[in-house]
C-alpha cells in the first residue's frame, strides 16, 4: 500500500498538457513510486530506468537511438545520469507535441544543469516532490497555509501532541523508507546508507570531487547550522576547503535537494535588512542523524531541540508550499537590530505571514517580539504572525498575532476561503512551464 501524495494529481494535470513532465526531488524522496504507482494507475506508461548499467550505457552511447526506440509513452527513471538525452528527446517533441508522452524523474535539480535545462525550455512542466509531508503520513488534508493567509481569525485549534511525539517526528523525518522503519539501529543504517550514496554517487556524478574526507564533515556542519545564516567564510575555516571549492560544494549539495538557502526577505523598508540566506536542511531526520541526536537527546537539550524544531518547521513550510495552489515565497527576517522572524511567507498580493518556531510550551509575549518588530517595519504588507510552540494551546496573542501549537502545520483546518483573495499569478509547484 501506497501513501497518497499530493503531488499526484499536479502530474496527471501536467500530463494532459505538456508533452515531458520532469518529477524531481531528493533521492529516495518516492519519484519512483510516484510516477509508475500513483500517476501509473491512472495514466499507464512503459517505465525504463537509467539506475540499470545496460541501459544507462544505451542512453549515453547513442542518445537519439535510444530516445527514439522508446515505446510512447514512456517514463525515464534519474534522467540526470544521461544528460545526452535531453536534446533527442526536444527533437522528438519537436516532431510531436501530444502531451504526456515522456515522464521523467530526477534526483539533480536540471535548472542549475543548463545542458540539461536549456534543451527543454518551453517543452517541460516541472514538479517538486519533496520527502513525506507529516499530513501525508497521518493522512489529513493540510490546511496551515489557507488559514494564516485568510482574512477571518484563526480555526478553533488545540494540540494534541506531545513534546516526545514532536521530538520523535522531528528525529523520524519524511523519507518514506525513514517512516516505514522503526527508530534505532534500523532507520539509523538506513541513513548511513543514504548519505554515503549523497556523497559517494550524486554528488560525484555531478561534478569532479577532490575532498572526500572535507565534504562530510561539511554535511554534517551544514546540518548543525540548519535554521542559521550562511556564513562561507566560516564554513571554510571550519573545513578547511577553499573558498572557492566551498562555493561549488555548496551548489552540489542545492543541486541534489539535501539543503535549501532560504533568502531573506527585502523590501522597500528604510530599516536596513541583512541579506544572508539561511541554512536550511530539508530533511530534519536526516539532519538529526548527521549530528547524531535521537529523540531523548532533543528533549535532554533545549539547545539542540530549537535548531531541529526550526528545521522541521521550515521543511514542513516548504513541502506545504509546493502543494498550495496559491503562489507563495518562503524566506527569513532579520534586521541590522538583531530583530528577526524564522520564517516568513510572502503570497501573490504581496501579504506577510511571520512565523517564529520556539521549543517551549508556554509562549508569553517575549516570545513574539521579533514579529512586532517585523510587523512595524513592513506596515499594511503584514498580515499575520504566529508563534508555534510545544505546548497544545492556541491562543490569540493581540492584534494579528497567535501562538499555536506545531501540531496547526499540519491538523489546523483552512477555515473559510478568503472570496476576496486573487488567483496566483502562476502555479508554485516547479514554477512556470520551462
Sequence with gaps: MFLERRA??????????????????????????LVRELVG???????????????????????QGFVFALPDPVVIDEVQRAPEVFLPIKLSVDRDRRPGRFTLTGSANVLLLPRLSDSLSGRMRIVTLWPLSQGEIDGIPEGFLDAVFADGPIPHFGGVETRLGIAERIVRGGFPESVALPAGAARDGWMRGYTTTLLERDVRELAAIAERVALPRLLRLLAARSGTLLNVADLARSTGIARATLDRYLALFTQTFAVRFVPAWAGDVARRLMKSPKVLWVDSGMAAHLVGLDASRLLEDPDTLGPMLETFVGGE????????????????????????????????RGRLVGVEVKSTSSPSARDFKGLRSFAASVGKRFHRGVVLHTGTTAAPMGEGMWALPVDALWRLPAGPKDSGRHPPLSSNRGDLYR
Design 41 to 63: 494507475a491512472t495514466r499507464p506508461a512503459s517505465y525504463v530506468t537509467l539506475d540499470d548499467a545496460v541501459v544507462l550505457s544505451a542512453a549515453r552511447e547513442d542518445p
Design 317 to 348: 513550510l516548504l513541502k506545504q508550499i509546493a502543494s498550495s495552489e496559491e503562489r507563495i515565497e518562503l524566506m527569513h527576517y532579520r534586521d541590522s537590530q538583531g530583530s528577526e522572524v524564522d520564517w516568513v511567507l510572502e503570497d501573490s
Design 8 to 33: 499526484t494529481q499536479e502530474v496527471l494535470k501536467a500530463l494532459e498538457w505538456s508533452p515531458v513532465v520532469l518529477v524531481e526531488g531528493p533521492r529516495q524522496a518516492g519519484k519512483s513510486v
